[in-house]
């Protein structure tokens, strides 16, 4: 079994919680904001309350792994989840539960901002191990935000193909796993997703990364088949609502359940899925982390 319950969430469970907020948030005054303590990974704004208190939130987005609130202001509300964060939506005290809701742990000291809406719904970050963060940035200034400057083009968008991932990996000699784990070179992607978007292609974690391009740097038939597969299986965890392996929930406290249709994440010694493959899922280390792939059908 694969210890790495505690990741970071990766973009299917990010873009989740976006549509859970968006219909609740978009719209809406912040009315009054509870800052219950003063930092998270690290300290909020000092003008946090003043600058959040009376605004409308015109949109919420999402850039990789992080949300935004864009506020009339001109700000964007700037939001990552870290490893154990969360968004509860409640209206008069009521939570708002969904169909494979996860009882919440009343801790509420845990609870470290709140949104109080003109919609009379309220909106709850809990965060018990404190890696979360919020910051505020003017929007002019989002895209050359250090968190974000160097950060990739987002897998899901039409520019994200064959051709761009081609380029960004010719020539390296890395890990085509390390590859995709660099957020310079695609946004949001993580452990998991890597892992099963490798099995799609029936691509190696190990080839370098190189070899999906030519040597005029144009992109190979790997490199076609890895950005289809990548699609495909975010695709598929967000409309499961991503993978509960970890501290991951909705934001009506609902699982997701995209781990049960893993192909090799958490399947150490289970027999591959791929039509025709004999072959079993072995684990492997690369970089610090578990990787999961069948050695017979991943070349």
């Known amino acids: 079994m694969v210890n790495e319950r505690r990741a970071v969430p990766e973009l299917p469970e990010v873009e989740t919680v976006r549509r859970g907020l968006a219909p609740v948030m978009a719209g809406a005054r912040i009315l009054r904001v509870e800052a219950r303590r003063p930092d998270l990974r690290v300290p909020l704004p ?22 935004t609130a864009e506020l009339g202001s001109g700000d964007v509300l700037l939001m990552h989840l870290g490893m154990s964060g969360s ?55 989002l895209a050359a935000h250090p968190l974000l400057r160097a950060v990739g083009p987002e897998p899901l968008d039409k520019s994200f193909d064959a051709a761009l991932l081609a380029r960004a990996c010719a020539g390296r000699k890395t890990s085509l796993k390390a590859a995709l784990l660099d957020q310079r070179i695609v946004a949001g992607l993580g452990n998991i997703y890597v892992c099963e978007a490798l099995h799609r292609a029936l691509l190696s974690p190990k080839r370098r990364a190189g070899t999906i391009a030519t040597r005029s740097g144009a992109p190979h038939a790997r490199a076609t088949a890895i ?33 049960h249709h893993f192909r090799v994440y958490d399947r150490e010694g289970q027999a591959c899925v791929t039509p025709g493959c004999d072959g079993t899922v072995r684990r492997i280390v690369q970089n610090g982390r578990s990787t999961l792939f069948c050695a017979t059908c991943q070349r």
């Open 46 to 67: 000092r003008d946090f309350v003043k600058r959040l208190e009376g605004e409308t939130v015109l949109a919420v987005g999402r850039r990789a792994k992080y949300l």
């Open 87 to 141: 968004f509860r939506v409640s209206r008069d005290g009521e939570a708002m539960p969904g169909r494979f809701h996860h009882p919440r742990a009343p801790a509420a000291a845990h609870d470290h901002v709140v949104f109080h809406l003109s919609s009379g719904t309220t909106v709850t970050f809990n965060d018990p191990r404190r890696f979360g963060l919020m910051l505020i940035v003017p929007h002019g200034a």
């Open 227 to 259: 950005v289809a597969a990548i699609k495909a299986v975010l695709a598929d965890a967000i409309k499961a609502g991503g993978s509960s392996l970890r501290d991951h929930r909705r934001t009506d406290g609902e699982l997701g359940y995209f781990q």
